[in-house]
């Protein structure tokens, strides 16, 4: 079992619609949780980045995290064809058992966004 | 401007050959990352560095080797001993282990 799954699509929906991206992972010690952006033969752009459960909100953008379900997602309002990319979610890794982190990302598969006019 | 910069955009190898891709940046980051990239495997980690002159294995290093003899600079080098390198290659840094990762735009490497 990968420890951040998320269904890789592909995901097409009507421009003006909201879009409700997924992640769930197994590991209890991940703490904070990150959506990455990244258009075709681009790098990842950082979106928005939460620690604590509960909504945070950025514009058209809002994550939410679930710990006790251990489910996030990404919730896009009034979806435009330029929000048309891979949505990424990411999670530090915690840190190992001597007691060092060295910042590992464990990302999801990502999931491939098409929103048409 | 201050970001990442990775080079070339796109590169050709031959089977056999090593190829070095660079990765340059100015944000003043200490730490900085390598990942490949393939169609519905997300990101996976190569090397990582968290000071110059130091850096450790991730979770698929064979076939690959870097250098960190400056801060601003990580290139990874992609061996003969990569069976299957043809993918694309992502560098990332960020202020230190603690903060999120900030990424270049990639250098997509083919074996021909």
């Known amino acids: 079992q990968k420890e951040v799954e998320q269904d890789p699509g592909p995901l097409s929906v009507p421009e003006g619609a909201i879009v409700s991206l997924n992640c769930t992972y197994s590991n209890s010690a991940f703490q904070y949780f990150m959506w990455y952006r990244q258009y075709s033969r681009k790098g990842p752009e950082l979106l928005m980045y939460?620690?604590?459960?509960g909504n945070k909100e950025d514009g058209r953008f809002t994550a939410q995290v679930d710990k006790s379900s251990k489910y996030i997602s990404l919730f896009i309002r009034d979806s435009q064809p330029s929000d048309s990319a891979t949505y990424l979610c990411?999670?530090?890794?915690?840190?190992?058992?001597?007691?060092?982190?060295?910042?590992?990302?464990?990302f999801g598969q990502g999931t491939i966004l098409t929103v048409h006019p | 401007d201050g970001g990442i910069t990775q080079s070339p955009k796109y590169l050709f190898r031959k089977e056999g050959q090593n190829v070095t891709l660079s990765c340059e940046q100015n944000l003043n980051h200490d730490a900085m990352y390598w990942y490949r990239q393939d169609p519905g495997q997300g990101l996976r980690l190569i090397y990582y560095s968290q000071i110059v002159n130091d850096f450790q294995k991730g979770d698929i290093a064979e076939g690959y080797s870097v250098s960190r003899e400056k801060k601003e600079s990580f290139p990874l080098t992609v061996t003969s001993a990569q069976k299957n390198p043809t993918a694309f290659y992502l560098c990332?840094?960020?202020?230190?282990?603690?903060?999120?990762?900030?990424f270049g735009p990639g250098t997509r490497l083919t074996v021909l």
């Open positions: 990332a840094s960020s202020l230190d282990k603690y903060n999120e990762q900030f």
């Open positions: 939460t620690y604590s459960s």
């Open positions: 990411a999670t530090p890794h915690p840190p190992n058992a001597g007691g060092t982190s060295y910042g590992k990302l464990t």
